[in-house]
């Protein structure tokens, strides 16, 4: 069992969400003996994502930092365009879950009409709104030619479990860290599902003074908790980042998608080690070939 922290667990500061984890009693099995003990766990609700009335997905997501999720989740998904399409976001505390009220401009409005499907995402996976096989891959701008040492992965992993705060608590959440091409972590954002965690971060990096655009991407990479799967290789595309450092495993098609984007992939990031399976010039492998 984890420790009990001082104090409640809360949301991020400012965000007006519910508690992101709750006390629990369990009854654990323990060198033979049935003990109770403390616990948390860690909230999963239903948060539903309403594009200017219209109920566009539901996904299973921590309640906290609801505002960069609905950023994030519209621009990664090529709901809009440009982080200036969404006007505004309200978030609705309702008996059934929550719902994110999304003002977006007409234009990008008129496209999600156009391909929309509302469906129920499984603790945050899934092609949410894709009804066609033609909607899956998005078209990705050039993302930045970052190069990193190879001490900056592991730097990257090592800082990211500290910040981890939720995952300390519960042990079921995932977190997407924005690092610097030194590997510190500068931002993170937590969340039961990864594809989440990760439109959670994009979001907080849009919504920053001054944006996200060529120039912040240019200052460093993202590092995640969880595999490589084509939706986190596509996401961290669509936001205009050249490197992505998983702690587990690409899928095929995330390796695929990277290469054809220019985005250099790392997986199993652990201890100092790491698995470059494109871009490995671009983690300073000596001797690597471009791939």
Same mark, same amino acid.
């Given at each position: 069992?984890?420790?009990?922290?001082?104090?409640?667990?809360?949301?991020?500061?400012?965000?007006?969400?519910?508690?992101?984890?709750?006390?629990?009693?369990?009854?654990?099995? /323990?060198?033979?003996?049935?003990?109770?003990?403390?616990?948390?766990?860690?909230?999963?609700?239903?948060?539903?994502?309403?594009?200017?009335?219209?109920?566009?997905?539901?996904?299973?997501?921590?309640?906290?930092?609801?505002?960069?999720?609905?950023?994030?989740?519209?621009?990664?998904?090529?709901?809009? #365009?440009?982080?200036?399409?969404?006007?505004?976001?309200?978030? &609705?505390?309702?008996?059934?879950?929550? #719902?994110?009220?999304?003002?977006?401009?007409?234009?990008?409005?008129?496209?999600?009409?156009?391909?929309?499907?509302?469906?129920?995402? /499984?603790?945050?996976?899934?092609?949410?709104?894709?009804?066609?096989?033609?909607?899956?891959?998005?078209?990705?701008?050039?993302?930045?030619?970052?190069?990193?040492?190879?001490?900056?992965?592991?730097?990257?992993?090592?800082?990211?479990?500290?910040?981890?705060?939720?995952?300390?608590?519960?042990?079921?959440?995932?977190?997407?860290?924005?690092?610097?091409?030194?590997?510190?972590?500068?931002?993170?954002?937590?969340?039961?599902?990864?594809?989440?965690?990760?439109?959670?971060?994009?979001?907080?990096?849009?919504?920053?003074? =001054?944006?996200?655009?060529?120039?912040?991407?240019? &200052?460093?990479?993202?590092?995640?908790?969880?595999?490589?799967?084509? #939706?986190?290789?596509?996401?961290?595309?669509?936001?205009?980042?050249?490197?992505?450092?998983?702690?587990?495993?690409?899928?095929?098609?995330?390796?695929?998608?990277?290469?054809?984007?220019?985005?250099?992939?790392?997986?199993?990031?652990?201890?100092?080690?790491?698995?470059?399976?494109? =871009?490995?010039?671009?983690?300073?492998?000596? =001797?690597?070939?471009?791939?």
């Amino acid at each position: 069992m984890r420790p009990v922290p001082e104090g409640p667990v809360v949301a991020a500061a400012g965000d007006t969400a519910p508690p992101t984890a709750r006390a629990a009693t369990p009854v654990a099995w /323990r060198q033979g003996r049935a003990v109770a003990q403390p616990d948390w766990l860690a909230e999963e609700r239903p948060v539903a994502l309403v594009f200017n009335g219209l109920s566009h997905a539901v996904m299973m997501a921590s309640p906290a930092d609801l505002e960069d999720f609905a950023l994030g989740f519209a621009f990664t998904e090529g709901l809009i #365009e440009q982080p200036a399409q969404l006007y505004g976001c309200e978030v &609705q505390d309702t008996p059934a879950g929550l #719902e994110l009220q999304l003002d977006v401009a007409s234009r990008a409005f008129e496209a999600l009409k156009a391909r929309r499907r509302t469906l129920a995402g /499984r603790t945050g996976c899934g092609l949410c709104g894709t009804d066609s096989l033609d909607q899956v891959g998005l078209p990705l701008p050039a993302v930045a030619p970052v190069r990193v040492a190879p001490a900056a992965p592991a730097r990257a992993q090592r800082e990211l479990r500290a910040h981890q705060h939720l995952q300390q608590r519960t042990g079921a959440c995932h977190a997407a860290a924005w690092c610097g091409l030194d590997g510190a972590v500068l931002c993170v954002r937590e969340d039961v599902g990864r594809h989440n965690a990760l439109d959670k971060l994009i979001g907080a990096l849009l919504r920053q003074p =001054g944006g996200f655009g060529p120039a912040q991407a240019a &200052q460093g990479f993202i590092a995640i908790t969880s595999r490589a799967s084509f #939706e986190m290789v596509q996401k961290t595309a669509r936001a205009g980042v050249g490197l992505l450092a998983a702690v587990s495993a690409p899928t095929a098609l995330a390796v695929d998608t990277a290469r054809t984007a220019g985005l250099a992939l790392a997986g199993f990031v652990r201890g100092d080690d790491f698995v470059a399976y494109t =871009g490995a010039e671009r983690f300073g492998l000596p =001797g690597a070939a471009a791939s």
